[in-house]
């Protein structure tokens, strides 16, 4: 009986080790993913706020009474 319950631990053992490995692969697939994700949302924005002033500075409103 008391080898049947090692065994059942062993076995418990190796079935958490191959769901944390899961886990770690999972959180590495969500850590990429809002990386990227910011990347893609950010990094846009910012290039917006520097290249909307160039591209206004060209243009004359001064006709316009603006």
Do not use: W
């Not at 899961?22 to 990347?39: G, N, P, Q, V």
């Amino acid at each position: 009986m008391e080898k049947e319950i090692l065994e059942k631990f062993r076995d418990q053992e190796l079935k958490l080790e191959k769901i944390y490995q899961s886990c770690e692969k999972t959180r590495k697939y969500f850590l990429f993913t809002l990386i990227i994700t910011i990347a893609a949302v950010i990094l846009p924005i910012v290039g917006l706020i520097i290249a909307i002033p160039i591209f206004l500075s060209v243009f004359n409103f001064g006709n316009l009474g603006l």
